[in-house]
């Protein structure tokens, strides 16, 4: 096993992945290489940011990588604002996803500060 599958951030940014990846199922076709494709991106960014950061020789390196996860996230929450508004999600869908990705980012927020303090 590798170190970041250890990482509750890692686990929950990977469960929003999939959140996502069934949510954008639903969307209009003209969306596909748009909104999904910039949804999927962004979502896949939060993971695989932190599994990158955790190979890093320092913590000042993993925490710029988390910092990257963390934009993404917020990236996300606004994609999903947008498919709201648009009428491609309803307001539980919305409220759930938004509920994930506050987890996770407190536990990304949770990761930095115990790097920062172990510093």
Do not use: H
Request: charged share 25%; net charge positive.
């Amino acid at each position: 096993m590798y170190r970041f599958e250890r990482l509750k951030a890692w686990q929950e940014g990977m469960n929003l992945v999939e959140e996502i990846y069934k949510l954008t199922t639903s969307f209009p076709k003209n969306e596909s290489f748009v909104l999904v494709d910039q949804l999927r991106r962004a979502v896949s960014s939060v993971p695989l940011n932190i599994a990158e950061g955790s190979g890093c020789n320092t913590d000042k390196e993993f925490i710029q990588f988390l910092t990257i996860a963390r934009r993404s996230l917020y990236e996300v929450v606004t994609a999903v604002k947008i498919a709201e508004r648009l009428g491609y999600v309803n307001e539980e869908e919305v409220i759930q996803t938004i509920t994930r990705c506050d987890k996770v980012g407190t536990l990304i927020n949770g990761l930095v500060n115990s790097l920062r303090k172990s510093r």
